[in-house]
T-cell receptor, first 109, second 116 residues
Framework: GQNIDQPTEMTATEGAIVQINCTYQ??????LFWYQQHAGEAPTFLSY??LDGLEEKGRFSSFLSRSKGYSYLLLKELQMKDSASYLC??????????WGAGTKLIIKP | GAGVSQSPSNKVTEKGKDVELRCDPI?????LYWYRQSLGQGLEFLIY????????KSGLPSDRFSAERTGGSVSTLTIQRTQQEDSAVYLC??????????????FGSGTRLTVV
């Protein structure tokens, strides 16, 4: 079966750095996505990785290791508005996104 | 349109009634997805349409659920004889197949369904 695992909840302090991990086992691999979802809102696209390595985009970076079936999302200089759920999703061989359950990130002052 | 549009944004219905949820994808997007999300939970895949191909209905939880996509554009998700466990936010997303790698899906704002 296909499976994506990420922590249910994490807490971090404003101004700090947090790393949200995601491990996956899927039928084929055509890339990995990170989405952000604020409470009561639809998910919005953050990043896409298909090759190994680190992709940096402002305060957010995403890393992928295909051999390990592993990714992480790194958030720097945390702001209160970063409090949200972060969803990891893998594009499988049929070009469908397989979703993790999401990590709820709580930012404390 | 500029984005994925869903209607209604909120729907309260009595148990046993039928409901129809509508999704207008971004113009030109060939792929359309329906998901369900219960409070505090992840996304549950329901159904997937891609162009003129037969839809992937593998995620529909029971035969009370059905969906169609007319003319390769607008989609309607129908839930018959609603039950309280159907209460959730129903999200629609679309993507242009060739660009799904770079941009993923674009989601609508969802329909919050409450069955009382």
């Amino acid at each position: 079966g296909q499976n994506i695992d990420q922590p249910t909840e994490m807490t971090a302090t404003e101004g700090a750095i947090v790393q949200i991990n995601c491990t996956y086992q899927t039928s084929g691999f055509n890339g990995l996505f990170w989405y952000q979802q604020h409470a009561g809102e639809a998910p919005t696209f953050l990043s896409y990785n298909v090759l190994d390595g680190l992709e940096e985009k402002g305060r957010f970076s995403s890393f992928l290791s295909r051999s390990k079936g592993y990714s992480y999302l790194l958030l720097k200089e945390l702001q209160m508005k970063d409090s949200a759920s972060y969803l990891c999703a893998v594009l499988d061989s049929n070009y469908q996104l397989i979703w993790g359950a999401g990590t709820k990130l709580i930012i404390k002052p | 349109g500029a984005g994925v549009s869903q209607s209604p944004s909120n729907k309260v219905t009595e148990k046993g009634k039928d409901v129809e949820l509508r999704c207008d994808p971004i113009s030109g997007h060939t792929a359309l997805y329906w998901y369900r999300q219960s409070l505090g939970q992840g996304l549950e895949f329901l159904i997937y349409f891609q162009g003129n191909s037969a839809p992937d209905k593998s995620g529909l939880p029971s035969d009370r659920f059905s969906a169609e996509r007319t003319g390769g554009s607008v989609s309607t998700l129908t839930i018959q004889r609603t039950q309280q466990e159907d209460s959730a936010v129903y999200l629609c997303a679309s993507s242009p197949r060739l660009e799904v790698r770079a941009r993923g899906y674009t989601f609508g704002s969802g329909t919050r369904l409450t069955v009382v």
